[in-house]
């Protein structure tokens, strides 16, 4: 899905939800929706400062809980930090047990036979990327 779609449909999901949108939660989304990869709050906050934007750590951060507790983003913690990303279906994550590197995984699902009482939305399964798997120790 393109960028600027998935941006807008978050921020139309915000908006149903009766947030108010500001400037500073689109930018953010927007930078969630054009990354490849899961974003660190202080990952966003640094690409935003980059970018001319100002905006503040504690707001990034709140943002992106914000964004979780609506279902509109996901979070998963890594050996280095929470990491951050658009959800667009329940969907399983591989973290890298050396440098926290985070992926997607094409084909996995959450299984569907869960615990009683639980609702599997994801799952994380570690390892080692292969960035890491060729460095020397």
Do not use: W, Y
């Not at 009766?18 to 930078?31: A, D, E, S």
């Not at 279902?71 to 890594?78: E, I, S």
Request: net charge positive; hydrophobic share 40%; with cysteine.
């Amino acid at each position: 899905m393109e960028t600027e779609q998935r941006a807008t449909e978050a921020v139309e999901l915000m908006r149903s939800a009766g947030l108010r949108i500001t400037r500073t939660r689109r930018v953010i989304v927007k930078v969630l929706a054009g990354s490849d990869r899961h974003l660190s709050a202080e990952r966003v906050f640094t690409l935003l400062a980059g970018a001319g934007e100002r905006v503040d750590l504690a707001t990034v951060h709140r943002t992106m809980t914000t964004l979780v507790e609506l279902g509109l983003a996901h979070a998963v913690n890594t050996p280095q930090a929470a990491v951050f990303g658009l959800t667009h279906r329940p969907h399983a994550h591989a973290v890298c047990r050396s440098c926290g590197e985070t992926a997607d995984t094409a084909r996995l699902e959450p299984p569907g036979d869960a615990p009683p009482g639980f609702h599997i939305d994801g799952m994380v399964l570690q390892g080692t990327c292969g960035r890491c798997t060729r460095s020397p120790l």
